[in-house]
């Protein structure tokens, strides 16, 4: 940081971001942080829903992390949760599937399979 005004420009950005966790949600997007998720890339994975999410004004999607998902093996893991349907298990995710997964299954509603752990086993 090298001035007041690019800080004040980064707080800003980071309460955005935190904003898309505080409302009402009817779908949620979990991303295992544990240890192996960040060692394999989840926390750019992280950054890229929260940030797709926001750039396509869905405010129904809520982002958040977890631990130890328990199949390490595929990290990075991503969870989708929608109210009323089963759990989706996203694996060997990336920055860009996860553009993907947000334009095709959270706001189009239809699940990007080839990314799914039935589709990788």
Known sequence: ??????????????????????????????VGMAT????AGARPVLNAFTEEIAKAGITDTVVTQTGCIGICQYEPVVEVFEEGKDKVTYVKMTAEKAARIVAEHIKGGKIVEEYTIGANK
């Open 1 to 30: 940081m090298k001035s007041l005004a690019e800080l004040t420009a980064l707080r800003d950005k980071l309460q955005k971001n935190v904003s898309l966790r505080e409302q009402e949600e009817t779908k949620r997007v979990v």
């Open 36 to 39: 192996c998720g960040i060692a």
